[in-house]
């Protein structure tokens, strides 16, 4: 089993950024292939980023695309987000998921993911 936590959320203005941080238990993380989700009010959760087991293959929401960067390290079972250019829109809970059952690439669906955090807000006012 995997436990993840997230940290780093917080209130900001547009244009600012921000890191997210997702650390996970165990000493499986490098097998996972992890990903970062968002929710905002009302919307339904979607996919922001996923990136693969080695840190190398990485793919991106075109909403987030060249603002946002996913990576990892798995020396301190650690994902990370930078959110770079921040808009009013990215105002979510931003979840860290891992994926520990085989799937194609990307893996973009919410329902290919079997261990979630619990969530860190980023707001973010214009």
């Known amino acids: 089993q995997a436990q993840l936590v997230e940290s780093g959320g917080g209130v900001v203005q547009a244009g600012a950024s921000l890191r997210l941080s997702c650390a996970a238990s165990g000493r499986t993380f490098s097998n996972y292939i992890m990903g970062w989700f968002r929710q905002a009010p009302g919307k339904e959760r979607e996919f922001v980023a996923t990136?693969?087991?080695?840190?190398?293959?990485?793919y991106y929401a075109d909403s987030v695309k060249d603002r946002f960067t996913v990576s990892r390290d798995n020396a301190k079972n650690t994902l990370y987000l930078q959110m770079n250019s921040l808009k009013p829109e990215d105002t979510a809970v931003y979840y860290c998921?891992?994926?520990?059952?085989?799937?194609?690439?990307?893996?973009?669906?919410?329902?290919?993911?079997?261990?979630w955090g619990q969530g860190t807000q980023v707001t973010v006012s214009s």
């Open positions: 990136i693969g087991t080695r840190g190398v293959s990485t």
């Open positions: 998921a891992a994926k520990t059952r085989p799937a194609g690439w990307p893996a973009t669906s919410r329902t290919l993911y079997n261990y």
